[in-house]
């Protein structure tokens, strides 16, 4: 079991910064691929990042690639999202999950933390 609490999230102007944080509990969570999803009014849930378990390996949509960075630290049981050059398209609900198995998909993951909003204003 993993519970998951997100942090971080405001309203920014467009090419703004804002870091998110997730705190994470358990004793496994060394064990788990960490990723982020976002929610935009009327879209589909969509994968923004993942890092693996030892944060050796991460990934990326392509949308953000280059201007996110994802981090973990297993010792503080906390994965970030560094988001960098922020655009009005980047608004909506950010939400971190975790998963045994690594992956883009949000069907995949079995826990999720409660979301935090993400405005950028044009």
């Known amino acids: 079991q993993v519970q998951l609490v997100e942090s971080g999230g405001g309203l920014v102007q467009a090419g703004g910064s804002l870091r998110l944080s997730c705190a994470a509990s358990?004793?496994?969570?060394?064990?788990?691929?960490m990723a982020w999803f976002r929610q935009a009014p009327g879209k589909e849930r969509e994968f923004v990042a993942v890092?693996?378990?030892?944060?050796?390996?991460?990934a990326y949509a392509p949308s953000v690639k280059g201007r996110f960075t994802i981090s973990r630290d297993n010792a503080k049981k906390t994965v970030y999202l560094e988001m960098h050059s922020l655009k009005p398209e980047d608004t909506g609900v950010y939400y971190c999950?975790?998963?045994?198995?690594?992956?883009?998909?949000?069907?995949?993951?079995?826990?999720w933390g409660q979301g935090t909003q993400v405005t950028v204003s044009s």
């Open positions: 999950a975790a998963n045994l198995v690594a992956g883009t998909s949000s069907r995949k993951y079995d826990y």
């Open positions: 890092i693996s378990t030892s944060g050796s390996s991460t």
């Open positions: 358990g004793r496994t969570f060394n064990n788990y691929a």
